[in-house]
Structure formats: C-alpha cells, structure tokens
C-alpha cells in the first residue's frame, strides 16, 4: 500500500497555497490536520480555506463540530482515517495537510491506549481553570512531566486530558503506548525562518481583522455562551478580552499577532523533532499571481 503524504508546517509557512497547487496537477482531495479548522463559524481567525478553494479541491475534517461541542484526538483520528479511505475509494489521492503537531503524530504514530475519559475529574480541573487560568494547571504537568506539557502546545482542552490522566492513573499520557496507525504516511514538514513567518503573520493578523474578526468573535459569544474549548484558540481568546472591555484596538490585534508568532516558533520545535520527516528549510510557498 502506498504511503499518505503529509504536508506540515508552521502558521503562515505556505503549506494550504502548496497544497492547493498540488491539487491542481494530481487528483488530489485534502484532509485537514488543523484543531480550529474542525469548528463552524470560526472562519477568518482560522484561515479557513475559502468557500472557492473547497469547491475547487475537496476538503475534509472542517466544519465538522460547533464551537460548543467536544472534540478530542481521537475523534480527529477516526474522522480522518475514514475520510482517506473513502477518498481512496474514488481513486484520488488523500493528501494531510496542517499544522497541528499533536493530531499529526496520533494520526501517523498511532492513538495512545489512554483510559477513557473522567468527566468529573476534568470538572475540577476546569473549575482551577476558570479561577486561576491556565499557568497552575501548565505547572502541574510541566513537573510531572515536560514531554507531554509540550504537546499539550497551551491548549487548554489538552492539558485538562493529560492532567485527568495523570491524576487518575499516576501516569502521564505519553507513558501509554499507541496502537498501531491504520495506514502509513510520508512526512514532508515546510519550515520558514522565524523571521518570514513573523511578517507573514503580521500581514495576516491584519487582514483578519479588516475582514471582520471582532464580529465573527462577537457572533460566536452570542451563538455559543458555553463552549469549552474553541474560543481559547489563539486570535479568538484575545478579541473575547477585548470584547470585555480590556484594551484597545490596536493593542488586541498585537496580543493576537505576538501569540500567533510564538505558536508558530513552538510548530518549528515540534515539527523539528517529528519522527520520520524531510524537513523544507525554505521561505515556504506562495502561488504565482
């Protein structure tokens, strides 16, 4: 069987351009790799391709949950495994493409045998959350162990997993070992230097908001008061402060680029120690106008 072909890299690095492009010379169908782009209505805070772009190349895994619904690594892995048999199925050819470390290695490394998991344990967790952020529950496993705080990338919905684990078994998740992937991939991972990806995101966090992030952010707090996860992705958690009434204008579309650029610096770490993958130390790719 011929190995899936995964395109990876940081925010900005080109990868979605690249693979649209690719698209264009093979019979090619996407499977999205990024967590944010599984929700409805976050949009332009995600890059989401746009409505064109999926019509002209099949895209799978977005748009699948509304920010109020849970989504793990397990339910990506699945979706995702299903997505690239039926597209080969149709005799196309599945092609990964994101930016998420921690569903890229689980899709192409395998799951963790990891308990199920403890809704009332992650209570209290959520509940520390909610009252004293994210730092105390990073500390926690940071201590107990920096493999898996790295992983967890500051998602909050990961840390409260891994610490739910941790608190229950004594053991961190990455002390669990995974099942066998269902299929076998090639990893190609486009890396750009800090410097091309800082002023690309810089470009783009300003065109995210001339297209109207505030009031995409604003339409997600009115449709979806509670929701557990979504609104703390990068873009979104910090426009919900402004919303709040901490900050101007000027100063939220900083926060939102800065957090963005330091994301991106933890992508090239993660992607730099990915098993088994040809590393593209370029300027990323940029479709010819």
């Given at each position: 069987?011929?190995?899936?072909l995964v395109?990876?890299?940081?925010?900005?690095?080109?990868?979605?351009?690249?693979?649209?492009?690719?698209?264009?010379l093979i019979?090619?169908e996407?499977?999205s790799?990024?967590a944010?782009?599984?929700?409805?209505g976050?949009?332009i805070?995600?890059?989401?391709?746009?409505?064109?772009?999926?019509?002209?190349?099949?895209?799978?895994?977005?748009d699948?949950?509304?920010?109020?619904?849970?989504?793990?690594?397990?339910?990506?892995?699945r979706?995702?495994?299903?997505a690239?048999?039926?597209v080969?199925?149709?005799?196309?050819?599945?092609?990964?493409v994101?930016g998420?470390?921690?569903?890229i290695?689980a899709?192409t490394?395998?799951?963790p045998t990891?308990?199920p998991?403890?809704?009332?344990?992650?209570?209290?967790l959520?509940?520390?959350?909610e009252?004293e952020?994210?730092?105390?529950?990073?500390?926690?496993?940071r201590?107990?162990s920096?493999?898996?705080e790295?992983?967890?990338?500051?998602?909050?919905?990961?840390?409260?997993?891994?610490?739910?684990?941790?608190?229950?078994t004594?053991?961190p998740?990455?002390?669990?070992?995974?099942?066998?992937?269902?299929?076998?991939?090639?990893k190609?991972?486009?890396l750009?230097s800090?410097?091309?990806?800082?002023?690309?995101?810089?470009?783009?966090?300003a065109?995210?908001f001339?297209a109207?992030l505030?009031?995409?952010?604003?339409?997600?707090?009115?449709?979806?008061?509670?929701?557990p996860?979504?609104?703390?992705a990068?873009?979104y958690?910090e426009?919900?402060?402004?919303l709040?009434?901490?900050?101007?204008?000027?100063?939220?579309q900083?926060r939102v680029?800065?957090a963005?650029?330091q994301y991106?610096?933890?992508?090239?770490?993660w992607?730099?120690?990915e098993?088994?993958?040809?590393?593209?130390e370029?300027?990323?790719?940029?479709?010819p106008?």
């Amino acid at each position: 069987m011929e190995s899936i072909l995964v395109l990876a890299g940081p925010t900005a690095s080109g990868k979605s351009e690249l693979a649209l492009a690719l698209a264009d010379l093979i019979p090619t169908e996407i499977i999205s790799a990024d967590a944010m782009l599984v929700y409805q209505g976050m949009d332009i805070g995600t890059a989401k391709p746009k409505a064109l772009e999926r019509q002209r190349v099949p895209h799978h895994l977005i748009d699948v949950v509304t920010p109020a619904e849970p989504f793990s690594v397990a339910d990506y892995v699945r979706l995702a495994e299903a997505a690239i048999a039926e597209v080969q199925a149709r005799g196309r050819l599945p092609l990964v493409v994101g930016g998420t470390g921690f569903y890229i290695r689980a899709l192409t490394e395998g799951l963790p045998t990891v308990p199920p998991a403890d809704g009332a344990v992650q209570a209290e967790l959520w509940r520390v959350f909610e009252a004293e952020g994210l730092e105390p529950l990073l500390d926690e496993l940071r201590r107990a162990s920096p493999l898996d705080e790295a992983r967890a990338q500051r998602n909050p919905r990961r840390i409260v997993r891994a610490l739910e684990i941790l608190r229950r078994t004594g053991r961190p998740p990455s002390s669990f070992p995974p099942r066998a992937p269902r299929f076998s991939y090639r990893k190609c991972v486009l890396l750009p230097s800090v410097a091309t990806l800082q002023a690309r995101i810089t470009a783009r966090t300003a065109q995210m908001f001339a297209a109207g992030l505030i009031t995409e952010v604003y339409e997600l707090l009115r449709r979806y008061p509670e929701q557990p996860t979504a609104l703390q992705a990068i873009g979104y958690k910090e426009v919900v402060e402004f919303l709040r009434g901490r900050g101007t204008l000027e100063q939220v579309q900083e926060r939102v680029t800065q957090a963005t650029v330091q994301y991106a610096k933890r992508q090239r770490t993660w992607f730099r120690r990915e098993p088994g993958v040809v590393l593209i130390e370029a300027d990323g790719y940029r479709r010819p106008s």
